[in-house]
């Protein structure tokens, strides 16, 4: 998905050729990979010829917040509160970040009334 976002559209030698200098895969990986990822629903491909050129079906804040919503639901029994309030506890958030997210609340509040 690093490869895609940024790029809006790969072919899978493209994504394969990004990520050798990270981490050198085989093209059938990589193929692999992609497949499952479009089984998913995080991506889409479509046909140019022979060719599948694949894009990112979701933003990445979207794909984020569903993993967050997964991680909640699973590892903190849905509780949105014991997920954040663990985050502080282990400074996972520091303090600027804190506060910018109590004013978003604030904001968020302010318009639901």
């Given amino acids: 998905m690093d490869v895609l976002w940024p790029r809006g559209a790969a072919t899978a030698e493209q994504v394969r050729e990004a990520l050798a200098p990270r981490r050198p895969l085989k093209d059938a990986t990589v193929r692999t990979v992609l497949r499952r990822l479009e089984e998913k629903g995080y991506v889409t491909h479509r046909t140019e010829g022979r060719t599948f050129i694949y894009e990112g079906a979701e933003r990445p804040h979207n794909v984020a917040a569903g993993a967050v919503r997964q991680i909640i639901d699973r590892l903190c029994g849905g509780s949105v509160e014991q997920l954040l309030v663990g985050m502080v ?22 318009k639901g009334n």
Avoid: F, P, S, T
């Fill in 89 to 110: 506890e282990h400074e996972v958030i520091d303090r600027h970040e804190l506060e910018n997210l109590a004013r978003k609340i604030a904001r968020r509040k302010e």
